[in-house]
């Protein structure tokens, strides 16, 4: 199957700092999607992202298909940010379920 | 706009008992799923229906058996707890390849 590696996995900020966050796949995608699971364990849709670029606020997110990365932009970081950020894909081969990375740890001091 | 909708939201049972949770999908989409989230891990694929169909199945255990009725929701119902039971069960929705996820169900078993 497709192994998703997301790094870094863990990244503590100062509020208002800039960051980038990476996620490195296997095989090609027909899915991308950024997840943002509060400390309450909610999952958030941030982006469906299977190619190109989008932006919502301070957030925006890249994907590179052919060369099997994506990139999520925090910009202004604050506390809310706070929590694990997923990445996860879906696979032609895969139907449509999602491999989810092993998420990056975000903590947003103020 | 409507979301997913998951009950119950927290469930504690015993070992050995059984369980039962339900998911009712955005309306009109056409495919839900099942995750399991253990404690400090990402989501793993459980199994999958596509109008009302099993599409596709990953690491579910045979002691758990999900379906889908006719008015679009799912159970996943789980047989003879274990103590590793113990997760956030998440339901999650979609129409096309982007997957919407409900709040989840966090089962405790003692």
């Known amino acids: 199957g497709i192994q998703v590696e997301q790094s870094p996995p863990d990244l503590i900020l100062q509020e208002g700092a800039n960051s980038t966050l990476r996620c490195n796949f296997s095989?090609?995608?027909?899915?991308l999607q950024w997840f943002h699971q509060n400390p309450w364990g909610q999952l958030i849709n941030l982006f469906y992202?299977?190619?190109g670029t989008k932006q919502n606020g301070r957030l925006s997110a890249t994907t590179v298909a052919t060369e099997r990365y994506s990139l999520l932009y925090i910009s202004s970081s604050q506390t809310t940010d706070s929590g694990v950020y997923f990445c996860?894909?879906?696979?032609?081969?895969?139907?449509?379920?999602?491999?989810f990375g092993g998420g990056t740890r975000v903590l947003v001091k103020p | 706009a409507a979301g997913v909708i998951q009950s119950p939201r927290h469930l504690i049972k015993e070992k050995r008992e059984t369980a039962t949770l339900k998911c009712y999908p955005i309306?009109?989409?056409?495919?839900v799923y099942w995750y399991q989230q253990g404690p400090g891990q990402d989501p793993q694929f459980l199994i999958s229906f596509y109008e009302k169909m099993q599409s596709d199945k990953g690491s579910i255990p045979d002691r758990f058996s999900a379906q889908q009725f006719s008015d679009y929701h799912s159970e996943l119902n789980m047989s003879s707890l274990e103590l590793g039971d113990s997760a956030l069960y998440f339901c999650a929705s979609s129409l096309t390849a982007e997957a919407f996820f409900g709040q989840g169900t966090r089962l405790t078993v003692v």
């Open positions: 095989d090609s995608v027909n899915n």
């Open positions: 309306p009109r989409h056409d495919t």
């Open positions: 996860a894909v879906g696979g032609k081969a895969a139907g449509n379920k999602l491999t």
């Open positions: 992202i299977p190619s």
